[in-house]
């Protein structure tokens, strides 16, 4: 029998909560929804509006990161639940950016194109 004997014991390395879709976690959330808005920039070509129903994948990405979000929600007041409810209002406003540019050029009277 040793004198030193080695305590340490192996146990499995965890992923952060940014990579555990059960856990909460507020970073991850607004990455989605921000990422998804960026796509939906690109997909619709954004100073000229153009039809295109590949948007539908990117809103209803950003619905999942708001519903992410949500989880994020505490009972009780904290400053943590006003800086939730700041993302909220900017994932609302992401996904009407995000509704408009699905739903602007399918309005003719409205847009450029006759």
């Keep these: 029998m040793s004198l ?7 146990t499995p390395a965890q ?6 879709l059960r856990a909460k ?4 959330a ?6 998804s808005l960026a796509v939906a920039t690109l997909i619709s070509h954004a100073p000229h509006l153009r039809p295109s129903l590949w948007l539908v994948l990117p809103f209803i990405t950003m619905l999942l990161g708001t519903a992410d979000t949500v989880r ?3 009972r009780r ?12 209002y900017m994932d609302l406003m992401a996904l009407t950016m995000v509704l408009f540019f699905l739903l602007y050029p399918y309005f003719v009277p409205f847009s450029d194109t006759h």
Excluded: I, K, Q
């Design 72 to 74: 994020c929600m505490r």
């Design 25 to 28: 976690s507020l970073p991850r």
């Design 15 to 20: 992923a952060p909560a940014f990579f555990t």
């Design 77 to 88: 007041w904290s400053f943590y639940h006003g800086g939730v409810l700041l993302c909220l």
């Design 4 to 10: 030193l004997r080695d305590n340490t014991t192996t």
């Design 30 to 35: 607004n990455v989605v929804v921000l990422v």
